[in-house]
């Protein structure tokens, strides 16, 4: 029985940590010959789980895919270095000069601006979601945060939440709520973010030069949000009413 019970939760961590970060579940199931002593085994596992990691920033570029905004040098940044940890942050090298040429001309635009990415791809697979973004599964597809004003009215680098996803700017929708959809509005969590205003010259900015980059087939901004930027563009998209809000960050996707 008590067999059972472990093969489960075994399983259960290798198919979360598979889905969270590509590369964990593999790492659980190769520190699984130290399970007898429970720190050698997550000794084992976080230090072959950094192995895996160092080597696919090595070896994801012979699969079509590179490590973007980590370390690296350049005006893109990553919103947070969990998705570093979680191997969150691979694309196409088309994918990568995309970004990258957008963060150079936001810098040329204004200075104090840095692009900061969130959520893009894997390291490997096409076809391998990065949940919850159903199609973040083929290295051409890559959120990237709003802006936003500081508490004194400046232009500034901080985010409304620590991820930068959920903090939704308010506005009007014509989606029914509904109980099964990605469409999450998390009401609960949106006391917990911080009060600042949405940047909306370098928000716009951000949106006009995504849309004049010819590479650049799909951007997702809430209507509302398009709206109040005062900015529409054929490349725009409405995701859908089952898909997740594009009023916390932009989705852009290559053609
Ligand atoms: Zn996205």
Known sequence: MRTALQILLHGAAILFLTLLSQLGGLA????????????????????????????????????????????????????????????????????????????????????????????????????????????????RKADVALFYLDPDGAPGPALRSPLGYFAFEDGPTDCPPRRLTLRWDLAWLQPLWRDLSLDRVRTRDLLALLAADERVGRIFVEPHLRATLDIDRPTFGFQGCRAARHDDHIHLQLK
């Open 28 to 139: 659980w199931v190769l520190a699984l010959p130290f399970r007898r002593r429970r720190v050698v085994f997550f000794a084992g596992f976080a230090a072959i789980y950094a192995a895996l990691s160092v080597t696919a920033a090595w070896v994801a570029p012979t699969f079509g895919r590179v490590p973007m905004a980590c370390g690296a040098e350049g005006p893109l940044r990553i919103a947070s270095p969990v998705y570093c940890l979680l191997n969150r942050h691979y694309g196409t090298p088309e994918l990568a000069a995309v970004l990258n040429d957008l963060s150079r001309d936001m810098t040329r635009r204004h200075p104090d601006a840095t692009v900061q990415l969130l959520d893009a791809n894997f390291p490997f697979f096409d076809g391998f979601p990065l949940l919850p973004h159903l199609s973040h599964a083929d290295g």
